[in-house]
């Protein structure tokens, strides 16, 4: 199975980088709540953004796009812009997590409204990476 999903479509691999990426993210805004309690909600959704952010770009990098390291100047070209579109992205992703727990007052409703943003995100990083970040990959 893992070398079938290997050998798909970028965008399968993508979507299955997103997935892991999503986890990451969630698992670690519940490790932030969990070592700190009285935090505010802000700070466990930004500890799981940066993870959620690194653990994709390197997937994406390596796996998805099976871009080749070019230069420490063209690698922090390719850092800066994926940032810049994961600020975008990321804006989307906190507009459903904070409204969805802002409407309801779960936790559920909270993680629920991450899901379907980061989901409407990644569809659109993935068109933006494809075309501006990972442009010489070798896929």
Known sequence: MLKALSESHPIVRYAVSAIVSVIANLLAQEATVTAAPDAHLMVSIVVGTIIGFLIKYVVDKIWTFRERYTTAYGEAQRIT????????????????????????????????????????????????????VFRESTV
């Open 81 to 132: 812009m994926s940032g810049l579109f994961s600020v975008l992205t990321t804006l989307i992703f906190w507009a459903f997590e904070l409204g969805f727990h802002a409407v309801w007052q779960t936790d559920f409703a909270k993680y629920l409204g991450a899901v379907i943003g980061l989901s409407i995100g990644y569809v659109l990083k993935f068109w933006l990476d494809r075309r501006h």
